[in-house]
């Protein structure tokens, strides 16, 4: 198993520009969910989904765009990416509804740098 | 509001030193408490979680809902303990919102 696969691993942009973060995982886990991480803050929830065709927003949703539409991938989308969007970004994936309390599996991350 | 409260930044100790990272939080219901830990080049994992009452690599937490704290303790520390370490919460948004502290970094020296 590969586990939580995240890609690109760093990304530029320019202010304005829009781009779509991709995470895949291949543990057939129902739960999804996008973290930043930035410096003092820890990591701050963005969005997550519960299953295919679910999603809900976390702390600190503005910006940012998800869908799921298959139980293996959660692209995060910058419609117009700003310099407030640097950061670095997890996924992270969890076993279904009746193992409510499973660890948080997280990919590599990516770091994102808008300009 | 929830909230998770780390205030070292830094934690820096020598080899064999005890060590306790801390961890406080605001919640008025009954947490769950959890120790997530990055490794360097290493994805963040988790290290224990109160309700398991385990010892995971030497490292406990006790859960002192009087104190609101969840403190990671380890009598003696190692080098390869070195590592970025967060405290996380499940409050009222349950497991799907995890709350993660601001994380602690811990230098182990020779």
């Known amino acids: 198993n590969a586990g939580v696969t995240q890609t690109p691993k760093f990304q530029v942009l320019k202010t304005g520009q829009s781009m779509t973060l991709q995470c895949a995982q291949d543990m057939n886990h129902e739960y999804m969910s996008w973290y930043r991480q930035d410096p003092g803050m820890g990591l701050r929830l963005i969005h997550y989904?519960?299953?295919?065709?679910?999603?809900d927003q976390g702390e600190v949703p503005n910006g940012y765009n998800v869908s799921r539409s298959t139980t293996e991938d959660f692209p995060l989308r910058l419609l117009s990416a700003a310099p407030s969007q640097t950061s670095v970004y997890f996924c992270a994936s969890r076993g279904g509804t009746l193992i409510e309390n499973s660890p948080l599996h997280f990919g590599n991350g990516t770091r994102l740098t808008v300009t | 509001a929830q909230r998770v409260t780390q205030p070292e930044k830094l934690l820096s100790v020598f080899k064999g030193a005890p060590v306790e990272l801390k961890c406080n939080y605001s919640?008025?219901?009954?947490?769950?408490l959890f120790w997530y830990v990055q490794y360097s080049r290493q994805r963040l994992q988790l290290l224990l979680r109160?309700?398991s009452r385990e010892s995971i690599k030497g490292f406990t937490a006790d859960l002192n809902k009087g104190e609101t704290s969840f403190h990671l303790k380890k009598p003696f520390a190692q080098e390869e303990d070195s590592a970025m370490y967060y405290c996380a919460l499940s409050g009222s948004g349950g497991y799907n919102k995890l709350i993660f502290g601001a994380g602690t970094r811990l230098a182990v020296h020779p």
């Open positions: 989904s519960v299953g295919a065709g679910i999603t």
């Open positions: 109160h309700i």
């Open positions: 919640y008025s219901g009954s947490p769950e």
